[in-house]
């Protein structure tokens, strides 16, 4: 099984709440190498630590094993803000070493460039009432809570892991309508940037197919469906899922200098 990418994109962790699959993501990244590590969006959820969220030490840990991964490896970070961290609006841009904070970027590689940003922008373009984001936060709070005692009585029956937010979403019309436009539309701003293809996060459905001629990723999240996008040396993108890895056939990448590579971002302007 292939252990070293181009490029590994993970977004949605929300570390500081209850439901972050934080020691998975600290495993995952033990397993693999890359390059660059792109971080898109939601990885610290500044909205519920306000509330009732609270850090732990498995939320440390993923980040002391990001820096072991520059410092060690080499690897190039990339961190774009979501709209769950959007604190960090207040050090945009940032550049340290191998360490970066911005809103996007493009991507180039293997002659073809995407359009990576946390995808929050559609909520801006559908509407500019923010008391309806923290609303639809809310009742997916609420389903995270409520599918953990669901699974729980199916574990006591021997019944496998069922995301009943995942199910709640492919069943309400107004749900799949609203995963439907934000492809899309995600799909025209890439293209109106002269990209080849969108690299989002931010609806926790992760996904990998062609819309109207633009390649369309999702890399999905790490409360729920623990995946991530990885791009190989040749540019092939896979989406990668925590629950179908076999550790037992996964070796931990050691650590090796990686020579440093130019840097794969540029200064885009910020949207209108």
């Not at 590689?109 to 984001?133: C, E, Q």
């Not at 019944?159 to 436009?181: E, H, N, R, T, W």
């Not at 989406?239 to 056939?249: R, S, T």
Request: charged share 30%; net charge positive.
């Amino acid at each position: 099984m292939e252990t070293n990418f181009k490029t590994i994109v993970l977004s949605d962790i929300h570390l500081g709440t209850k439901g972050s699959k934080a020691k998975e993501v600290v495993r995952f990244l033990k397993q693999y190498q890359c390059e660059n590590l792109i971080l898109n969006g939601d990885i610290i959820d500044g909205w519920q630590l306000k509330k009732s969220g609270s850090w732990k030490r498995k939320h440390t840990r993923v980040f002391n094993r990001i820096l072991k991964m520059i410092d060690c490896d080499r690897t190039k970070v990339i961190y774009l803000r979501g709209n769950h961290d959007d604190f960090l609006d207040q050090v945009l841009p940032l550049e340290i070493g191998n360490l970066s904070i911005r809103k996007d970027l493009i991507y180039e590689s293997n002659g073809k460039k995407y359009f990576i940003t946390h995808g929050d922008v559609f909520d801006n373009i559908t509407t500019h009432l923010r008391w309806i984001a923290y609303l639809g936060d809310m009742g997916y709070t609420f389903l995270l809570w409520l599918n953990t005692r669901v699974n729980h009585y199916r574990r006591r029956k021997g019944l496998p892991y069922f995301s009943l937010s995942q199910y709640v979403k492919s069943k309400v019309k107004s749900a799949v309508s609203y995963i439907d436009g934000f492809e899309t539309e995600l799909c025209k701003i890439a293209r109106s940037k002269g990209c080849d293809g969108i690299i989002c996060g931010h609806i926790h459905k992760a996904e990998i197919r062609t819309i109207e001629g633009i390649e369309y990723y999702n890399s999905g999240d790490w409360v729920e469906s623990l995946s991530a996008l990885a791009e190989d040396q040749e540019g092939n993108w896979q989406l990668i899922y925590y629950n179908e890895l076999d550790f037992g056939k996964v070796k931990p990448s050691e650590s090796k200098v990686i020579p440093l590579k130019e840097p794969i971002t540029r200064p885009l302007d910020k949207f209108s």
